[in-house]
């Protein structure tokens, strides 16, 4: 049965296509909200949680070892090689920057370095299958204690961000006087 119209109104051809129109843009809408719901899941499924960080990660999965502290850098020990113990803690949070233990004279192979805003996780082959996990307890212990390895690649400054100096000096053509 078709809809009959009086000659002076007829149907706005718009109106089919605003429909589907507000169909997809709810389509749209569900979309997203699922997709932000499985991201937030998924976090909390590898046990970062919600707004985790790397040093929670590893105080909740790692066993506390104080024999094998270091000044201000707290040990932990984990299950698996220092690659495997890193890339778990890079699933927690991810890392500014992370570095390989040099081959040089005094380092240890297979040695992992993470760099974080706020500390520093160096992570050594302790045993046949197990890391020793040291998380600095600020930035600038983490780069006095681990200089010799990524002193060439970290800066000591923490929260460091883009080349060169802020402060341009003022010396000949500084311009404005």
């Given amino acids: 049965m078709t809809e009959q119209f009086p000659p002076d109104r007829?149907?706005?051809?718009?109106r089919r296509l605003?429909?589907?129109?507000?169909?997809?843009?709810?389509?749209?809408i569900v979309l997203t909200v699922f997709a932000l719901i499985g991201a937030c899941t998924a976090r909390v499924a590898r046990g970062g949680g919600i707004g985790g960080s790397a040093r929670d990660y590893i105080s909740q999965n790692y066993?506390?070892?104080?024999?094998?502290?270091?000044?201000?850098?707290?040990?932990?020990?984990?299950?698996?090689?220092p690659a495997e113990v890193a890339a778990d803690i890079r699933d927690a949070e991810r890392p500014s920057d992370q570095r390989t233990g040099?081959?040089?004279?005094?380092?240890?192979?297979?040695?992992?370095?993470?760099?974080?805003?706020?500390?520093?996780?160096?992570?050594?082959?302790l045993a046949a299958g197990t890391t020793r996990v040291m998380l600095s307890r600020d930035y600038r212990s983490g780069y006095n204690h681990y200089?010799?390895?990524?002193?060439?690649?970290?800066?000591?400054?923490?929260?460091?961000?883009?080349?060169?100096?802020g402060n341009r000096g003022g010396g000949s053509g500084g311009g404005g006087k």
């Fill in 10 to 14: 007829q149907p706005d051809p718009r």
């Fill in 18 to 28: 605003n429909k589907i129109r507000n169909i997809i843009i709810g389509v749209i």
């Fill in 63 to 81: 066993e506390r070892d104080t024999s094998l502290d270091e000044g201000d850098v707290d040990a932990y020990v984990a299950n698996g090689t």
């Fill in 102 to 125: 040099a081959t040089g004279a005094g380092n240890i192979s297979g040695t992992q370095f993470l760099q974080y805003p706020d500390y520093l996780v160096g992570l050594f082959p």
């Fill in 147 to 165: 200089h010799p390895y990524i002193g060439a690649f970290w800066v000591p400054t923490p929260r460091y961000a883009g080349s060169g100096s």
